[in-house]
């Protein structure tokens, strides 16, 4: 009934949520999931939602194992995965854990209770290009606007705190 795959519907959480037994605890763009490149790979969405009535769920994704890949020298994505969490647990298990399924992307028939959540996050595009010519103001521009972390921006980029000033300094004056 709800997908978040690029080729399937992408229903809206209210609606979502009226018919069906589920609460929508989560749903943003996944920081970090997008390849580095000259032209960064798009970032995935995660979507947690909790459990209010016994459904039966299945799953046919792809990209948990293989992810994205880059072109000319752009680093692939991060992969997807789908979570599950007992009921009053911490922890989170693949689909596999959990159920004994051979496949935490392709299986059926998986009972959910009330009180229990699925998390399930999809995997990011590729980059594209070396991430040595992405321009050091659209890097600052991701990690400000979140989409990057600045660990993650530093790895891929070479990213330092200075170039905020550089780049956005009305940033820094409002953070003072």
């Known amino acids: 009934t709800d997908s ?4 399937c519907a992408n229903t809206p959480t209210e609606v979502f949520e009226t018919r069906y037994p589920w609460i929508v605890e ?14 960064r790979g798009g970032f ?7 459990c209010t009535g016994d459904v039966m769920i299945s799953q046919m994704t792809n990209k948990h194992i293989r992810t994205s890949w880059g072109l000319k020298d752009g680093k692939h994505s991060v992969p997807g995965a789908t ?8 922890d989170w ?8 399924k051979v496949s935490s992307s392709k299986y059926s028939n998986v009972p959910i209770h009330p009180g229990e959540r699925i998390s399930v996050k999809a995997p990011g595009g590729g980059g594209f290009g070396s991430p040595a010519k992405r321009d050091h103001a659209a890097i600052v521009e991701d990690v400000l ?9 530093a790895e891929d980029y070479g990213f330092e705190e200075s170039w905020i000033a550089k780049y956005a300094p009305g940033e820094v004056a409002a953070a003072e």
């Open 4 to 7: 978040i795959n690029g080729n």
């Open 26 to 39: 989560e749903y943003a763009l996944r920081q970090d999931s997008g390849g580095a490149g000259e032209h």
């Open 93 to 100: 298990q693949t689909i596999k854990e959990a159920f004994g």
């Open 44 to 50: 995935s969405i995660s979507k947690t939602m909790l």
């Open 145 to 153: 606007e979140g989409y990057i972390s600045r660990e993650k921006a």
């Open 83 to 90: 979570l599950y969490q007992a009921k009053g647990a911490n």
